[in-house]
């Protein structure tokens, strides 16, 4: 079982940045694909990124690719989404999620994660 707690959400005008971490905690946290998904409301939860548990992969939305970027800490225990060029159309509650990094499935649907935070949410104000 992996431990999710992400941090960094907040009100932000349409153009600025944030940060989000989600520190992983409990066993096999190094050996963990993770990604972030959103959920706006009346909406269903979306991909927004993922990353290989070595880091050597990335993948992105659409709604995403050029603003976003996803990372790892050295040790692997922390994971960033830095958001650049928001748009009020980001604003979402935004979930950490982690799988083991022996699953096949894929990257993109949410029902191929394991283990979920309790989400952060962003307001983009126009």
């Known amino acids: 079982q992996v431990q999710l707690v992400e941090s960094g959400g907040g009100l932000v005008q349409a153009g600025g940045s944030l940060r989000l971490s989600c520190v992983v905690s409990g066993r096999s946290a190094s050996s963990t694909d993770m990604g972030w998904f959103r959920q706006a409301p009346g909406k269903e939860r979306e991909f927004v990124s993922a990353i290989t548990w070595t880091g050597g992969r990335t993948y992105y939305a659409d709604s995403v690719k050029g603003r976003f970027t996803i990372s790892r800490g050295n040790a692997k225990n922390t994971l960033y989404l830095q958001m650049n060029n928001l748009k009020p159309e980001d604003t979402a509650v935004y979930y950490c999620?982690?799988?083991?990094?022996?699953?096949?499935?894929?990257?993109?649907?949410?029902?191929?994660?394991?283990?979920w935070g309790q989400g952060t949410q962003v307001t983009v104000s126009s």
């Open positions: 999620t982690a799988r083991p990094s022996y699953y096949t499935g894929s990257y993109y649907r949410s029902g191929e994660y394991r283990d």
